[in-house]
T-cell receptor
Framework: QKEVEQNSGPLSVPEGAIASLNCTYS??????FFWYRQYSGKSPELIMS????GDKEDGRFTAQLNKASQYVSLLIRDSQPSDSATYLC?????????????FGRGTSLIVHP | DTGVSQNPRHKITKRGQNVTFRCDPI?????LYWYRQTLGQGPEFLTY????????KSRLLSDRFSAERPKGSFSTLEIQRTEQGDSAMYLC???????????FGPGTRLTVT
């Protein structure tokens, strides 16, 4: 089964530091990659999408995609306690001629004051 | 834009009963997705619609699950003969066919006793 893999964590960083979240995927044909944030007891909310190799920046967030290494990452600069949440990586994974959205299990991030 | 809404927010049912959930997507979105999420896991894809057409259904999905989107607006997800293993959060998301970004509703938490 084609998968999206994430370390479940928790990843603990001090306030103001850079948090680095990583994700790998097994299907080389995967397209369109996404990062979602999910607070405990809430539903996922979209942070960023990335479609091509390289970096994409949006405020304090930078997504990085390396298709050759099948690797996606999310950097959060100047981390705040309010960033403490589970971060979900998702990709469109090929399946029988079409693509289905596939999520990793998420990485728990804790930002401590 | 009121976002994606789901009803009910919570449902407790006895094993063997049928349940139906409703999702109302963001009005201009033509794609609608259903997911199931259990504790510590990422959302698991169930099915998705583009307008009223059901384009993909998870091969792992039991025949007890069925979904409809009769007029390309709201959607319903029905689970027949519920089992305790069906207890989970059922998430709906919507998006457009021009982008694969998804916006999630608050979810329906199902408990099967």
């Amino acid at each position: 089964q084609k998968e999206v893999e994430q370390n479940s964590g928790p990843l603990s960083v001090p306030e103001g530091a850079i948090a680095s979240l990583n994700c790998t995927y097994s299907d080389r044909g995967s397209q369109s990659f996404f990062w979602y944030r999910q607070y405990s007891g809430k539903s996922p909310e979209l942070i960023m999408s990335i479609y091509s190799n390289g970096d994409k920046e949006d405020g304090r967030f930078t997504a990085q995609l390396n298709k050759a290494s099948q690797y996606v990452s999310l950097l959060i600069r100047d981390s705040q306690p309010s960033d403490s949440a589970t971060y979900l990586c998702a990709a469109r994974v090929s399946s029988g001629g079409s693509y289905i959205p596939t999520f990793g299990r998420g990485t728990s991030l804790i930002v401590h004051p | 834009d009121t976002g994606v809404s789901q009803n009910p927010r919570h449902k407790i049912t006895k094993r063997g009963q049928n349940v139906t959930f409703r999702c109302d997507p963001i009005s201009e979105h033509n794609r609608l997705y259903w997911y199931r999420q259990t504790l510590g896991q990422g959302p698991e894809f169930l099915t998705y619609f583009q307008n009223e057409a059901q384009l993909e259904k998870s091969r792992l999905l039991s025949d007890r699950f069925s979904a409809e989107r009769p007029k390309g607006s709201f959607s319903t997800l029905e689970i027949q003969r519920t089992e305790q293993g069906d207890s989970a959060m059922y998430l709906c998301a919507s998006g457009t066919s021009g982008s694969y970004e998804q916006y999630f509703g608050p979810g329906t938490r199902l408990t099967v006793t």
